[in-house]
């Protein structure tokens, strides 16, 4: 078993930055590989950015456009999502997900966090 916790959410305004983290625990953090996912209020889920459980490769969604980046402290057992640039689409739960497998679907990820709100005012 994970258990995965995400904190750093909040609300902030349109071009700001907000950073996002996730502390694992209950398994070798540095096996796994870790990903961001959202959901916005109506939506499905969806895959945001990834990284390799060596850090050695990140993989994002085509909406991200450079604007955020993922990073991993595997002697913190803690994976971040930096996020620049943010807009008012942006605005949803932002959930930690974690799987020993590589993907950017909802199905690859056996554990997931409790999420956190992102809220970008216009």
């Known amino acids: 078993q994970v258990q995965l916790v995400e904190s750093g959410g909040g609300l902030v305004q349109t071009g700001g930055s907000l950073r996002l983290s996730c502390a694992a625990s209950g398994r070798t953090f540095s096996g796994l590989a870790m990903g961001w996912f959202r959901q916005a209020p109506g939506k499905e889920r969806e895959f945001v950015i990834a990284i390799s459980a060596s850090g050695a490769s990140t993989y994002s969604a085509s909406f991200v456009k450079g604007r955020f980046t993922i990073s991993r402290d595997n002697a913190k057992n803690t994976v971040y999502l930096q996020m620049s640039s943010l807009k008012p689409e942006d605005t949803a739960v932002y959930y930690c997900?974690?799987?020993?497998?590589?993907?950017?679907?909802?199905?690859?990820?056996?554990?997931w966090g409790q999420g956190t709100q992102v809220t970008v005012s216009s």
């Open positions: 997900a974690a799987s020993v497998l590589r993907g950017a679907t909802t199905t690859t990820y056996h554990y």
